[in-house]
């Protein structure tokens, strides 16, 4: 054990007569891999970035390492074991230019009742006796939830990181815990600047919960997956999906994944699971694949792009998880990028593309795979490729055999092809004018309006939004345009909405509704 000597205490007691911070942190999935009981110092892995954040934490802060070994008191590991790998990594940190200020181990297993067990964080009292620290400006950074009720207890903050076994769980953890990816995301925290020096924290990151509250209440999140970052909103809430499309500037609507935590919300979501869907989900979810299925009808048009089917994934990401847990419901997403750009793989990224305005991010770092999901369609005999991606159509075929893929135009030719087809399409031709609306001297012609219009009309009429909000009009364009489809109408007249918010996007939806989309995969037109 590297602990000072009475001297070097009162050294400190006696150039150090203010109360010192301290920041206290855990072994194993903290500031290195959690490899099981180690026993040996080669089987020691730091993080990429521990070096480099410890060496600026301790220009303000004392540093202590509270690490649990309780597979000495399982007879696991030995004491001497642990005491070589300890005195391993103080060394090396110590040649790195980082002093650890003291090592405190406890060696016991919870039946053992221990003093360093008890509720009371006894090596945190320890230490701020010991070096006169000031634990209500000290933190405790760890990746399992004890971590942070030591620190509760003992008067200090804690954050917790998702390295380690952190993900795991994540889910035990009390809402109001900062959440981090990684040790330098936590530091940075502490600090209060960016470890690599370069960047700063955009104004809108913000924690899981805080992410979560703000889809809760109908606003939008900007999430990391596996894949690439989304840009969220409650799957269940239209006018909160309409503004997904309004901030990324999409000129038309495409439909959106939704993005499930557990398979109780699929439920929510679609009719039923074929065993084909049952073998993918058991196989390869959470992850990258995207799986298209009939919708229920309670899904909103402008989820699903006015189609009969959704499509449904489950990110394979600790921070997306928990967000969609904690905001309770599904969570529609597309890419977070603005429309034309690339697909963000950084918080950064995504901050570059959209502003700061309008919505929140989460920042979990860079995404692991980078390219989006495979999109694969179960809603015919066999499963068909929609979108290539993150999962290989091998992996896929492995489980359901030879896959169909077919381009767009084909698509359009398929039996059923509302069922396959990335936009809805109605029958009724769709004529789009400019100006104020005329009365219709036509039979058999439906109108659809924006707002409330005081023309005579003798057909159908549509009104989008009574008040005249584009984003309300968005979110009822599928119905309308779907009830004026059903009355065996010989045209449908549509009146152009105003450009602003996402009335480009309305009237875009509507000149395409009835001529056959131009010639592009849905992948192309993301
Ligand atoms: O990895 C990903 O999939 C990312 C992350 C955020 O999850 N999301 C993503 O979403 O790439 P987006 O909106 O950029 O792409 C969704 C794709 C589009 O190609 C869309 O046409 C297709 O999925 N899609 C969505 N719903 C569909 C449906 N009901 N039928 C057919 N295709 C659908
Ligand atoms: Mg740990």
Redesign the pocket.
Known sequence: MRDLDLFSSWIYEYFMPDKRKAVFLDRDGTIMQDSGYLNSPDQVEFFDDTIAVLYQLQSEYELFIVTNQSGVGKGLITAEGVEKVNGYIDDYLRRSGIIIREWFVCTHTTEDNCECKKPKPYFLNLAAEKYGIDLSQSWVIGDHPHDISFADNGGAKGLYVLTGHGAKHLSELPHDVPVFHNLSSAAERILGRKTDGSKTDAPNFCSIEDGAAQLRKGGLTAFP?E????LGADVFNPEAVAGIFQLKGRPLF????A?ISGINMLEKLIKSISPTAEKLINAFWPG?L?L?FEKKDNVPDIV??G?P???V?M?DHPMALELIRRADSPIA???ANAFGKT?PTTALHVVEQLGVDGYKIIDGGACRVGV??T?L?LVHETPVL??P??LSVERIEEITGPVEHVTEPQLKNLESPGL?A?HYSPHTPFILKNGEPEPNPEPATGLMLFCESSIYSAGPVEILSPAGSTSEAAVNLYAAMRRLDKMDLERIIAYRLPERGLGKAVNDRISKASVPAPNMT??E??
């Not at 894949?227 to 989304?230: A, I, N, Q, R, S």
């Not at 495409?254 to 994944?257: D, K, S, T, Y």
């Open positions: 997956t894949t690439v970052y989304g495409n439909p959106l994944i993005h990258p995207t298209v699903t792009g189609n089917t959704v499509a994934r990110p997403a597309p890419s697909s989006e999901s999109v369609s929609l979108r991606g993150g396959l990335s849905p992948a037109e993301e």
